[in-house]
């Protein structure tokens, strides 16, 4: 009888276990061994990823590069520089009642991890976190995303020839294979896609007690303040939320723009869109297009409210959205209620800055915060909201320093990864405390003969 997927999902996790019970995960030159090994196969398979990208998704090979491949050569390469120091014992401070006792922290792999990927940036999204699994010593199942299905077959074959199928395996499918994942006992489960679905992991994760990661999305505000460099914000708003047709989870979902400066903006970004894409932007072939024809049907429907200054073109079979900006949006409109993750830009006004900070405080907190306009005034702003990250007169830059954390923050998620961050999201921080035998002070003992001098020293 043909094994169910439940059967190899089951039987996957067994080898993993085995695997990892082999203790060979946990020697760093295995791990630095199997890095390399990655890093050259992603090089050796860089054609077939952006093409398997182009197809999927018309994402150029140059964008491809750009978002995608470099950021996780990038990520391997830190890791390799830095595992040895990451992986090594730390020693800690130990208080006078220990002594001489030595404290130490020990970093240890939790065991076998589940990542699952979406299908907007699916090959950096499900191999950045593989780096990460790899150099905590864990071991791991992949599930890409069904939604880009050439990327998720190139990705399967790629780690298919070059690494034991015990210690990293591939699960394809859709719904009821992720339920079907999320029910079984994993050490952690490193889940990215929307926050409607990382409460399907959290409680399923739950059940064993599971940590997660949730890297998850929202409604990241873009604030242009009357001070701000408009020819350097146009350009880099237009950048950041085109970059993949929009299909990016740190894109300035929605602009707050200072009445005395929007219509300046607006014309600037929409001169920005022209000089990346050209006159006819379908015909570029740098602009991607969104992932399916129900993805493009729902984003139609967000133009339907407000006065469209620029774009507005759909063609739901060629899965094409124009660059859309949309004005004189209020916070009642349907574009404003869900995460729009789509090449559409609701512009909304404000004459004090404290009416944009009341609306994104009054809203879930956003995965991204972007704010144009002078330093001094871009710290106070911060000071009064918060996000998984933000940028200073810029977009989605910060993603691109592997020094800094990556993650979201309540709606938009919990933890986070990147460079080292990464490490410790798959490892356990062990507290070892090594007491030496020669000498045993009995403050601690009944009948607490010296507890008036041992209230002294704790
Ligand atoms: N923080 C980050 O780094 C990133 C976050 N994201 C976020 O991901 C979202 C877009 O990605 P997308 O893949 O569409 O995300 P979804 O979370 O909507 O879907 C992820 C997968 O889960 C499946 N799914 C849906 N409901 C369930 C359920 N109840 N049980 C099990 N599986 C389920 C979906 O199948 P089906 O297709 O049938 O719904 C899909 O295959 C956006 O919200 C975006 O912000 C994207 C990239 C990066
Ligand atoms: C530019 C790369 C971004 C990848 C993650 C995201 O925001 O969807």
Redesign the pocket.
């Given at each position: 009888m043909k094994a169910t997927t439940e059967d190899i999902i089951i039987k996957n996790i067994a080898n993993h276990r085995a695997f990892f019970s082999t203790q060979k995960t946990k020697e760093i030159s295995f791990r630095i061994a199997q890095l390399q090994k990655l890093k050259k196969a992603i090089l050796e398979y860089q054609e077939k990823i952006e093409n398997a990208l182009w197809i999927d998704l018309h994402k150029s090979p140059e964008e491809a590069y750009l978002t995608e491949i470099s950021i996780v050569l990038g990520e391997i390469d830190n890791h390799l520089k830095h595992l040895k120091k990451w992986a090594s014992p730390k020693k800690v401070a130990t208080p006078i009642h220990l002594l001489p006792s030595a404290s130490k922290v020990v970093y240890e792999p939790l065991g076998v991890a589940l990542i699952v990927a979406?299908?907007?940036?699916p090959f950096q999204?499900l191999i950045n976190s593989l780096v990460g699994s790899i150099s905590s010593g864990c071991c791991c199942v992949l599930k890409p995303?069904?939604?880009t299905p050439n990327v998720a077959k190139v990705m399967e074959t790629m780690i298919l020839e070059n690494f034991d199928s015990d210690y990293i395996s591939v699960v394809q499918g859709?719904?009821e294979t992720?339920?079907t994942l999320?029910a079984q006992r994993f050490d952690i489960i490193f889940f990215?896609?929307?926050?409607?679905?990382g409460k399907?992991v959290m409680r399923a994760a739950a059940e064993n007690l599971t940590p997660v990661v949730l890297?998850?999305?929202?409604k990241s505000p873009c604030i242009v303040a009357a001070d701000a460099n408009i020819d350097v914000a146009a350009k880099r708003i237009a950048w950041g939320k085109l970059i993949n047709a929009g299909q990016t989870?740190i894109a300035p979902d929605y602009l707050f723009a200072h009445q005395s400066i929007k219509d300046e903006l607006l014309n600037k970004i929409a001169g920005n869109i022209k000089s990346m894409y050209g006159d006819d932007i379908k015909q570029s072939r740098f602009y991607p297009r969104i992932v399916n024809e129900k993805a493009t049907e729902r984003l139609s429907t967000l133009l339907k409210e407000g006065k469209i200054h620029t774009g507005g073109d759909v063609d739901v079979k060629e899965k094409f959205i124009a660059p859309t900006i949309i004005d004189e949006v209020t916070p009642d409109f349907l574009i404003m209620q869900e995460?729009i993750?789509g090449p559409i830009l609701p512009v909304m006004t404000f004459n004090h800055i404290d009416e944009p900070i009341n609306y994104i405080n009054k809203n879930e907190k956003p995965?991204a915060f972007y704010y144009f306009g002078k330093n001094k005034n871009a710290k106070e702003v911060l000071l009064k909201t918060t996000s998984g990250g933000a940028c200073i007169n810029d977009t989605l830059m910060h993603i691109t320093n592997d020094n800094l954390p990556f993650g979201?923050v309540g709606n938009s998620?919990m933890g986070s990864y990147h460079g080292h961050e990464s490490f410790l999201a798959f490892s356990h921080k062990r507290a070892v405390v090594t007491t030496p035998t020669w000498i045993d002070l009995p403050l601690k003992y009944a009948p607490f003969k010296y507890f008036k001098w041992m209230k002294k020293i704790i």
């Open positions: 979406p299908w907007n940036y999204l995303s069904p939604d859709g719904r992720n339920t999320f990215t896609g929307s926050s409607k679905v399907v890297e998850l999305g929202g989870c995460e993750f995965l979201g998620g």
